[in-house]
């Protein structure tokens, strides 16, 4: 199996890019947080790699973090989620956002989630809560105890990517903040308030 890839980007789309190893150049499907991070054509780039393996084809996801990867598994274990929602729902919100509606079975906050529904919202949070609390997710940390403030983490997330803030930039600075602030002060103007003064030095 092909766990990462190191070489040339040749080229590259929001949903995929060409990665040329000594020649051979691997099409990688990704989402949109890994585009952001990649660099301009011609230079060189490394991605965590998560291999397909079907009947009809072998088909390679790439990734910018190992937290990125990890999430992207846990999505594909979940019941009716296939590697293309996967990718979606890592395009649509935040590592940060998403662990923290799970972590608080905010089904309303994942429904909001391009192409999931309710029913999948739901399976989302029975299938994968236990897992990530009992640490399968790796260094994914559940950043919410309450559907408030996952509600907040979520929104927060998209007005600083709306604000022009690196994805991975927020996903730390949120993971930091709700672990350093009291549950009961975890609200959304004094989120955005000091992810900004966090963002911003």
């Not at 991605?47 to 999430?71: C, N, P, Q, S, W």
């Not at 395009?91 to 029913?119: E, M, P, W």
Request: hydrophobic share 45%; proline share 2%.
């Amino acid at each position: 199996m092909i766990a990462q890839l190191s070489g040339i980007l040749a080229e590259s789309s929001f949903t995929a890019c060409v990665i040329d190893c000594g020649g051979v150049g691997y099409e990688i499907l990704i989402p949109v947080s890994t585009f952001d991070k990649l660099p301009q054509p011609g230079e060189k780039t490394v991605l965590k790699i998560h291999t397909a393996v079907r009947e009809d084809a072998i088909i390679l996801y790439g990734f910018a973090t190992d937290e990125e990867r990890r999430l992207f598994r846990l999505l594909i274990e979940v019941s009716g989620i296939g590697g293309k929602l996967a990718l979606n729902v890592l395009s649509s919100t935040s590592v940060t956002a998403f662990c923290a509606a799970v972590g608080a079975s905010d089904v309303k906050a994942l429904s909001r989630i391009n192409g999931i529904g309710k029913r999948t919202a739901e399976r989302i949070v029975v299938e994968l809560r236990d897992k990530l609390n009992s640490g399968l997710g790796g260094d994914i940390a559940i950043a919410a105890a309450t559907p408030e403030t996952a509600s907040a983490v979520n929104d927060v997330a998209l007005a600083l990517e709306q604000l022009g803030f690196k994805r991975d930039a927020i996903d730390k600075a949120l993971k930091a903040l709700t672990a350093e602030l009291p549950e009961g002060e975890i609200d959304g103007e004094k989120l955005l308030r000091n992810a900004i003064r966090k963002l911003s030095f």
